[in-house]
């Protein structure tokens, strides 16, 4: 059997020998590495120069001179030494060795006056012994037959024991190096019994090799003393496991030091660390392990190093810092003399707890899906994992399922600390058909990693990740084509809800203005590309669906929506869950464009209904922006232009596709001055009456922003001088022959109603001498001013405030004439005081509203 070095020399000192460090032997160096010839050192009480052998070796002999220090330390080992057996069989034994190295070696070099010696190896065999081989050799042995290996306790300066070599080993290598007396029987294998205690208390102990003209040993001798062997005096240890298995805590290892020689238990702790006391303790029986041995061949007991212990688990909190203490003691209780080893925590009590559930996947109706991922320490202990899935609504558990476990190395990079992280991720199925989920309801995905390796993990100690809660409430649709088609409206899409469940009948149903118009059965197909996006939309897969509602679009007047509908009535009129598409108009258009220059008017746009069917004439009618009073209607010819465009943005409506149109024509007399809101007009009559289809443009202005005369039929007609603006012939009867403004005669202009010359706000109404009723009217940059044409305030229609267009009726003329003033001074008071002044402060009319007919 293979023998354990029990030493370690290496890093020992002598005040004799300087330190040395060697595998499988000792090595005395002198102040660095030197050959077996340069070792020389002669006797100090034999000066004679030698020429010695020369022996290149791989290692040199340790030599030395016996000194007075050595010489009182060999007096002392003498003196503690129990004096040997001097028997006949000893000195006739010492005789028969002393004749045979004599016999051997009769020419040898009685110059040579070193003491050459070597230890080869230290060791530990398997009863616990130590082993010591190696050699001695010098001229100085001659008459000292008796030779002795004594063990030396550096610590208390005493001999431990003594062996005598019987049996010496034959070294011819030491005789060719060197030849002095009986150097090739000088080799010796001897084995020491030594006290544990002295093992587990000694620094370090010292060889010496002794020849004895002595039976016992003790006197006449010729000593040489090994270095020192120090000891290992660390305590080597490691946990290879630890386990739950049967609701216990199972820890296996090793833990060896030479301190624990003498200490015969050894007692495996778990001490909880967050609490401050020991949970657990086990007296156990060492294990061999002939690796510790082979990695530590100078520590005792090395190759009975190992240890296995069991705990209750039900004693324990995993969710305290726990450590496990290896204790080698001098009494089964642990209060005698110990040596402990405290490994590093199996818990820490301080756990990430991380997790991420990646997906919740129900698409398919058939199975429940999830994978993600939990990341804590705890698992090492807690190795059992499930995944449950709880009803939060109803509170209870629906069920349960080991899970798979998935390689994570994006978790182990994102959780460094966390030992178990790179084998966190999960992945687990439940079967829909026997889960009986309700819809609704709220349900999560508990990870758990428990002890107990049955149920649930419940009857073990256990660590849950409560995943965010998932409510099956979801419901989602998409309408990849809707078009209206002359037998109704094509639908083709997807739907899909989580109320779907138990709820087989699917229907599309189409609204008018909110109440149901048609609807259609349809059976459901599968849709992958919703399944890959809807994951966790119940049976998501199943959801496709292709069809045309039938119906006559010229009976949809109202805005259209989509229904889409699970039932479980197979007519679809009870236990239902609905979607609602956004609305469709059935009548859309727009005014893309409408010019109005000084002389014409150009409309284009688009109008599309389903209310068209039969009806191929189309018109432009102008009403009065404020009055809704027609003006004007023209017919148009240029229709059913192509619009992709709007058959895109209006897929319900029949024929979209083909809805623009455009005119350009004159500007009549009678739209001109005129705010106005033109109707497009689809009907069934050709001159635009009969069943029709109408929409709206905003308020347009037709020269709204000219100038206009206030009796349109007659236009400017003519004047005498007196009507005029200004100092003129006729008028010299007025204050300085001045005319602030212009006079409309009933003769020369007839006419009732009285028009707005302008756009603008009434800004007054009132009444004064000299001007009877009056009415002022704030274009932005003038002030104007209609008088002296009402007798009354009955005969005015407008109000103060009111906002009037050109060409709108002021009120009624009852008088001779109608005067009308325009000054840039937005004072009135101020205005009419210069009324007979020609400062600039009135202007002619005349001209402006000349100039402004013209833009």
């Avoid at 003209?213 to 120090?230: K, L, M, V």
């Avoid at 083909?658 to 739209?671: E, M, N, R, V």
Wanted: with cysteine; glycine share 8%; charged share 15%.
């Amino acid at each position: 059997m293979e023998e354990n070095i029990i030493f370690n020399l290496k890093n020992f000192t002598s005040k004799i020998l300087p330190t040395i460090t060697v595998c499988g032997s000792a090595l005395f160096l002198m102040h660095g590495k030197v050959s077996a010839d340069q070792i020389d050192n002669t006797n100090s009480q034999n000066q004679n120069n030698a020429q010695t052998a020369t022996m290149n070796t791989a290692t040199s002999a340790n030599s030395a001179s016996n000194n007075d220090n050595n010489g009182a330390v060999a007096n002392t080992v003498a003196q503690t030494q129990t004096t040997a057996s001097t028997n006949d069989n000893q000195a006739a034994t010492a005789n028969q060795t002393t004749v045979s190295i004599e016999q051997q070696q009769s020419n040898y070099n009685v110059n040579d006056h070193g003491n050459y010696a070597y230890i080869d190896s230290v060791k530990l065999n398997d009863q616990g012994q130590v082993q010591v081989s190696g050699w001695h050799a010098t001229n100085d042995a001659q008459g000292k037959p008796y030779h002795y290996i004594i063990a030396y306790d550096n610590t208390t300066k005493s001999e431990i024991t003594r062996v005598q070599v019987t049996n010496p080993v034959t070294r011819n290598d030491v005789q060719q190096a060197h030849n002095v007396y009986g150097a090739a029987q000088s080799g010796f294998n001897v084995t020491f019994n030594i006290n544990p205690d002295v093992l587990a208390n000694a620094d370090s102990i010292r060889f010496i090799s002794r020849y004895s003209a002595s039976a016992s040993g003790n006197s006449n001798n010729a000593d040489f003393w090994y270095a020192p062997i120090t000891f290992d005096k660390q305590n080597h240890a490691y946990l290879d496991s630890v386990t739950i298995k049967d609701g216990q805590l199972q820890v296996s290892g090793w833990n060896v030091t030479n301190q624990a020689a003498n200490k015969k238990y050894h007692t495996i702790i778990v001490y909880d660390r967050t609490d401050n006391k020991v949970v657990g303790s086990q007296i156990v029986q060492n294990v061999a392990r002939p690796d510790v041995a082979k990695a530590y061949p100078n520590v005792i007991n090395a190759d009975k190093a190992g240890f296995f212990a069991s705990f209750d688990l039900s004693q324990l909190n995993l969710s305290h810092q726990l450590q496990i203490i290896s204790r080698y003691g001098t009494n089964a209780a642990g209060n005698g003399t110990n040596v402990d080893y405290y490994f590093t925590p199996i818990t820490n009590g301080n756990y990430t707890n991380q997790g991420n559930l990646d997906s919740f996947n129900i698409s398919n109706g058939k199975q429940l899906t999830v994978s993600g991922w939990h990341a804590d320490d705890i698992s090492k202990l807690e190795s059992n994992h499930f995944l449950i899935l709880f009803d939060n609504t109803a509170n209870k558990q629906v069920t349960v399922v080991k899970a798979e476990q998935v390689s994570r190395p994006d978790v182990a990079q994102a959780y460094k600390s966390v030992a178990t992280a790179g084998q966190s991720g999960f992945k687990a199925s439940f079967d829909l058909a026997s889960l009986n989920l309700t819809p609704g309801h709220s349900y999560s995905v508990v990870s758990r990693y428990s002890t107990d390796a049955t149920g649930n993990g419940g009857s073990g100690q256990y660590t849950d990740y409560w995943f965010k809660p998932v409510t099956l409430n979801q419901q989602d649709y998409y309408l990849d084509q809707v078009k209206m088609t002359n037998d109704g409206l094509h639908v083709a899409g997807w739907m899909a809800s989580d109320y779907s469940k138990g709820r087989d009948n699917a229907f599309i149903i189409v609204l008018n203005n909110g109440k149901e118009f048609a609807r259609q059965k349809v059976t459901l197909s599968n849709r992958a590309d919703v399944a890959n996006a809807k994951t966790s939309i119940y049976n998501s897969l199943k959801s496709g669906f292709d069809t045309t509602i039938k119906f006559n679009p010229a009976s949809a007047t109202g805005n259209l929506q989509v229904l889409m509908r699970f039932s479980s009535d197979a007519n679809g009129n009870s236990d239902y869950a609905d979607q609602y598409s956004k609305t469709y108009a059935s009548n859309a258009s727009y005014f893309d464009s409408i010019q109005v220059t000084d002389t014409s008017i150009y409309v284009s746009g688009w109008h599309a209904s389903d209310q068209s069917a039969n009806k191929p004439y189309q018109y432009l009618i102008f009403v009065d922006a404020n009055s809704g009073q027609e003006l004007y209607r023209q017919r148009v010819l240029d229709i059913n232009r192509s619009r992709s465009d709007v058959a895109a943005a209006n897929p319900t409506i029949i024929n979209a596709d083909k809805s623009g149109y455009q005119l350009g024509f004159t500007i009549p007399s009678q739209l001109d001055h005129h705010t106005v809101k033109i109707i497009h007009r689809i009907t069934d009559d050709i001159n635009g009456n009969g069943n029709y289809v109408d929409t709206y443009s905003d308020p347009v202005s037709i020269h709204n922003n000219r100038w206009a005369w206030p009796f349109p039929s007659v236009g400017e007609g003519h004047f005498m001088g007196a009507q005029l603006f200004g100092v003129n012939a006729g008028g010299e009867f007025r204050q300085n022959g001045f005319h602030d403004g212009l006079d409309f005669g009933a003769y020369d202009h007839p006419g009732t109603q009285v028009h707005a010359i302008h756009s603008g706000t009434i800004v007054g109404v009132g009444y004064t001498a000299g001007l009877d009723w009056y009415v002022l009217e704030d274009t932005g940059e003038y002030l104007v001013v209609y008088q002296e044409a009402f007798s009354s305030r009955g005969n005015i229609t407008v109000t103060p405030g009111q906002k009037i267009e050109v060409g709108d009726v002021i009120g009624n003329r009852d008088t001779s004439h109608v005067h009308i003033g325009i000054t840039r001074e937005h004072n009135f008071n101020r205005a009419l005081a210069k009324s007979f002044t020609n400062d600039g402060t009135w202007l002619n009319p005349l001209e402006i509203i000349r100039n402004g007919l013209n833009g």
